[in-house]
């Protein structure tokens, strides 16, 4: 079974175009803008990260904690020769146990609508549950429903459309905060899960409203 969604066949093509250069091309700019919006030295996970250039590399330079999952061998190889010390699974992201943990925040950019729909509902689940009360995640998805051939695998990709993702991360206690889209039109989803600083607050306002213990 291909756990790497298409793109082991093609990984050597891939890297040819992309992931050679660290920390420029489509997506480097709102990457580290989010990047630069979290706690210092926040732990953060790269799923579906790639060969890590230039992604990845942007939250190892921005000096947060950064760890990484990729379902292709080759992609995790080019991985660990591009940034070598950063601790990274080969495993799918559909079954992985992403060290065990918990992070401050999470990015998959360019990996949920390569999923069967199914697994696009597990992961965003998933997300949620790797996330610590606050915790911020960032992924990208065409806005509108739609479905096509990947260019790279000849395989269906599939963006569920931006009102049932946003359900769907309400449903797992997510809340998206901004939307925007980056120069080659990726769309991006940021949002929070939510965390003690809400229930802090609400329980402030009960308290003030002479709903408190």
């Known amino acids: ?23 420029t091309g489509i997506g480097a700019k709102e990457v580290r803008s989010w990047a630069r919006g979290l706690s ?31 379902g292709s061998a080759a992609f995790v190889a080019a991985f660990q020769r591009n940034l070598p010390g950063i601790p990274i699974l080969c495993e799918p992201v559909q079954t992985s146990k992403m060290f065990d943990r918990t992070f401050g925040a999470a990015l998959s ?8 729909v199914e697994d696009q509902h597990r992961l965003i689940q998933r997300f949620s549950e790797i996330l610590v009360p606050g915790g911020r995640l960032l992924f990208t998805a065409p806005a509108p429903p739609c479905s096509w051939i990947d260019v790279m695998t000849n395989l269906e990709s599939v963006s569920l459309g931006a009102d049932e993702y946003r359900k ?28 003690r600083n809400e229930q802090q607050i ?12």
């Open 168 to 195: 769907l991360l309400a449903g797992a206690g997510l809340t998206v905060s901004a939307e925007y889209e980056d120069e080659g039109q990726n769309h991006y989803f940021d949002a929070i899960k939510s965390g």
């Open 40 to 70: 210092p030295k926040s732990s953060v996970i790269d799923i579906g990260c790639g060969p890590g250039f230039p992604l990845t590399a942007i939250l190892v330079e921005e000096k947060l904690d950064v760890f990484a999952v990729d």
């Open 202 to 213: 609400q329980r402030s306002s009960d308290a003030g409203t002479g709903k408190g213990f």
């Open 109 to 116: 950019w360019g990996l949920i609508f390569l999923l069967k």
């Open 1 to 23: 079974m291909d756990h790497s969604t298409g793109y082991e066949s093609v990984a050597q093509e891939f890297l040819a175009r992309r992931g050679r250069t660290p920390c």
